[in-house]
């Protein structure tokens, strides 16, 4: 695959990334909102929130590592 390819394919990878990256927190914040609103509104605290994991790049199977001897 030509060197050029591979960076179309870098570039789409990164940009997915930082849409699903943008989705998670917006609709965490949506989450939170909602959350808000049912205690607020119910009376009822929801004390058990779900915790968000965030995955990184670095800590996906699929992330390719590269170093400054690798290039």
Avoid at 10 to 16: A, F, H, P
Avoid at 32 to 57: C, D, H, Q, V, W
């Amino acid at each position: 695959m030509s060197k050029s390819a591979l960076d179309l394919l870098y570039q789409e990878r990164d940009r997915l990334y930082g849409e699903r990256q943008m989705a998670n927190i917006k609709f965490t914040a949506q989450i939170e909102e909602i959350e808000s609103a049912i205690e607020k509104l119910g009376g009822i605290l929801i004390s058990a929130k779900p915790t968000t994991e965030f995955i990184y790049e670095d800590e996906s199977p699929d992330y390719v590592k590269m170093s400054q001897e690798e290039i």
